[in-house]
């Protein structure tokens, strides 16, 4: 199965970004996860260009999102809820609907934990009609500290939730 994974953080030291990294090596062995990395290119959405003659960067977007059989999602918290490039890419998903019914884990990974961030996320995915798994939720706390200078997930109660949410998403997509 085809994961994409999106960090809702552009720091190219993002802890959410390692995180998402670490997912790749840490799925269930018929799980590949793909980084989606051009959070940051998207233009802010505006329903003017939305529609068939939409920018390439959010045909590209929506692409891989509709090629994808899951999709994980992991953010830092801003000014309690989710960045606004997280929010932005999702805007451009409404009107394509590509994450109507689709399987998703949702990450927040800040000092804090970032529930609030997380909470505003499945606001929206709730709206978009994702199909956030069962168990597919998680938030870290104290974040930083769980990443080492390398960028690999450096705890080990974090390496088990991430395995653990890896296949909360391989089972949302087996329809079990
Ligand atoms: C933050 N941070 C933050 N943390 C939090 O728990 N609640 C919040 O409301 C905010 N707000 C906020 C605003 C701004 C402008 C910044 C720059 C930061 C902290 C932030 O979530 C934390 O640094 C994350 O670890 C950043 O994630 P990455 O970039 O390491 O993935």
Redesign the pocket.
């Known amino acids: 199965m085809r994961i994409l994974a999106i ?5 190219i ?7 998402v990294r670490a997912a790749t090596t840490l799925a269930p062995e018929n799980m590949h996860i793909m980084i989606y990395t051009e959070l940051g290119t998207l233009p802010p959405f505006s329903p003017e260009l939305d529609g068939d003659d939409a920018p390439a960067s959010v045909k590209e977007l929506r692409a891989q999102i509709q090629s994808s059989d899951g999709v994980l999602i ?8 989710m960045p606004g490039s997280l929010k932005n890419a999702l805007d451009w998903t409404v009107s394509s609907g590509d994450l109507h019914g689709k399987p998703l884990v949702a990450i927040s ?6 529930e ?2 997380l909470a505003s996320l499945l606001l929206t995915l709730q709206a978009l009609n994702a199909k956030v798994a069962e168990g597919g939720t998680l938030s870290i706390f104290n ?2 500290a769980k990443v080492d200078a390398h960028g690999n997930v450096a705890d080990e109660a974090t390496v088990k939730d991430l395995k653990a949410i890896l296949e909360a998403l391989a089972r949302a997509i087996a329809g079990e």
């Open positions: 960090s809702g953080s552009l720091r030291s993002s802890t959410n970004t390692s995180l992991c953010t830092p918290e801003y000014a309690y809820g990974a800040s000092p804090g934990g970032g609030r961030a974040a930083r």
